[in-house]
């Protein structure tokens, strides 16, 4: 350095240090534009491309496990690369990976039911069919708690019924069998219910295609048995296989199925159910989840974590195991909202927070999980085996199905249940070009708050916020398709993503739950 530079910048310094508003000011304006210029390099064309690469037919619907799905994770891993991430996987790598089985079920296995001389034994994958869930490790036989329709008490839908270690024997028209079930499932289950057999109405040619999928070989978790989000195990029998045990119990299948029938919620005293399904290990495996790290500046908030994940698997094809139906020709479930949207959102993300100087307070970890549509699977085993600990992340951002359903809206699943749902209504209002309301939930009856990957955090203590635009006709269908994405909203909704972690990376203080609401989500999960 010169002797004259060095002149100069004494002279300058003494300048400043008798502004120092205005020095702060230009600094917080360079800030801004620069924090503003990380935020619109996630484009509508980008995240348009992105997509289109995850969701091409060549990815034959990222199925766990496939080949394809292990494509995938290994351009997650490289897009988190290329963005000078920090791996936050495996032995020095960007990919955590998780023991899964796929398994053989014997065409012994039954659901049965008995009491009062009659005697229901329903083979599974001749008279009884398994609709949702892993099956129990082990049989289990309980009482019986009969229902017929569904209640008209949505809030104590069992009323004075003792659930506690019982399984539901629940009368339904077939119609009726749908996710809008859920949360009467999930009232179940904290209920203490151990499974649920449905008695429908379902013709022979439609129930003999259910019944036959559940003698498919299946894979499941290795190492620890986790029946699903709902924790149970679900069936389905003909009301012509159990006329004779409801019969039994004083009651006609017909007159319980035939519309405006009353609604009964009762115990059959004397009545048991039994599952028995008999499965063998035929193969072991392994799937990935793709975790990239971008390290805090500040030198005590950088060992706190604000999460952001996404699923980047699907149902893969119509000759697979995970519940794709083809349309036509299409059998292919390329899953381009479902979540391929939500993939891309992380990958986007990352580049955009790879960009900031300085970066965040506290450190970014962005993680595509696979598994999601076998039971949150991925995001599960995260949360039992973190590779950052769990006491120090502080938020959990989730994207799941966020590229459909145009509105200029988009729901904040969760945002109730802690400090993260005002912390983003201030700063969806602070960002008014980005023209996006965060809505409450508009579909209670789907109970999505489980059913995506931020649960699993949510069940572990860490507030969580859920980004989707929802469900539609395409969802789980090869028709949710590239050309259907909405790319220049999703950008958006990304961007105000983008915005929300900034916030909560900075802020000295970390967000908090709502006692009631951490009572209910986490001290009832038993965290």
Known sequence: MTHRSAVLLLAGAVLLAGAPPLLAQATSRRDAAAIRRAAESITESDVRQRIGIIADDSMLGRATPSPQLEEVA???????????????????????????????????????????????HWLLGRESALLFGDPPAEPITAPIVLMAGLPADTARPFGDVPMRGTIVLQVLDTSRITNNLLPLLTRGVAAGVKAWIFVSNRNVAQFTVFAGGSLRPKYELAGRHRPGPLGISIYEVRESSAAELLSAAGENSAVLLAPGAAPIVRALTGFTATVDIRRSVESDASAPNTIGVLEGSDPQLKNEYVFFTGHMDHLGTASGDEGCRAAGADTICNGADDDASGAVAVVELAQAYARLDPRPRRSIVFMTVSGEERGLWGSGYYADHPEFPLATTVADLNTDMIGRNPSNAVMG??????????LVDSVAASHPELRMRVIGDTMPQQNLFVRSDHYNFARKGVPILFFTTGLHRDYHRPTDSVEKIDAEQEARIIRLDFYLGLAVANATSRPVWNPDSYRRIVLQAGQ
């Open 74 to 120: 290994a351009w997650v891993a490289d897009q988190f690369r290329q963005a000078g991430l920090a791996p936050g996987g495996d032995s020095g790598s960007f990919i955590q990976r998780y023991g899964i089985r796929r398994l053989w079920v014997d065409s012994t296995s039954f659901v049965m039911a008995m009491g009062r001389g009659a005697h229901g």
């Open 413 to 422: 699943i969760g945002k109730e249940h802690s400090s993260l749902g005002p």
